[in-house]
């Protein structure tokens, strides 16, 4: 008799922290991944992004649903922190809105467990993701489940499996205030004009 697997919504950020993390998964649980990314700026980027979270579900078979990209409602949930920088309330409630809208979708859909590939992520701290699970989970009523996809060298078996798969890896986190900060980091260090000038 075949016994029947536990029901996993996983909410996909980017391919780079799923390539690794959902196959992981797979013998565990019957899952399916959730690309829920309004965050990502500009529009070109969060295509380009999707695409290969597409290209990488058809090719390791697992189900791919995709969410809405509302950029109104989460610039309203993260305008008080816009320019706070990375790992500040900004990400917390950019976070939360991913999360939140992953656990409605999983219980709405009779999955019994949601999770997150951002816990792959080396930008991400652990305890604040484990926070926010903690708090959806309250909040939705269904249950969150702890990972930590950087375990076990998880980190460098993705970005391993990224290089041979050829998986699009941006470099900055997603919304338009990473990218202004990152932007503004290069250009701090390595970016300043040379002009010579005669004696
Ligand atoms: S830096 Fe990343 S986690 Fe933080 S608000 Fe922007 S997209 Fe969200």
Redesign the pocket.
């Known amino acids: 008799m075949e016994i029947k697997k536990t029901k996993l919504l996983i909410h996909i950020c980017c391919e780079p922290d799923a390539v690794y993390a959902v196959p992981s998964m797979r013998n565990e649980y019957d899952l399916a991944g959730f690309f829920f ?1 309004p ?3 500009p529009k070109e980027e969060y295509e380009k992004r999707l695409s290969e979270v597409k290209r990488m579900s058809n090719l390791q078979k697992w189900e791919l649903i995709v969410g809405d990209y509302n950029i109104r409602v989460w610039f309203d949930k ?1 305008k008080e ?2 320019w706070d ?4 309330e ?6 939360k809105h ?1 999360l939140t809208n992953t656990a409605r979708f999983a219980k709405e859909n009779n999955y019994d467990l949601f999770a997150t590939t ?1 816990t792959n992520s080396p ?2 701290k652990i305890e604040m993701l484990d926070e926010i699970g903690n708090e959806v989970e309250r909040e939705i009523g269904i249950k969150y489940l702890h990972t930590n996809f950087k375990k076990k060298n998880g980190y460098l078996k993705s970005i391993k499996m990224s290089k041979v798969l050829n998986i699009y890896r941006q470099n ?7 990218k202004i ?1 990152k932007e503004q980091s290069i250009g701090g260090k390595y970016g300043r004009e040379i002009i010579k000038t005669s004696k």
């Open positions: 990314n965050n990502i700026h993260i922190h816009k920088g990375e790992y500040s900004r990400c917390r409630a950019c976070i991913s951002l930008r991400k900055y986190c997603g919304c338009i205030y990473s900060e």
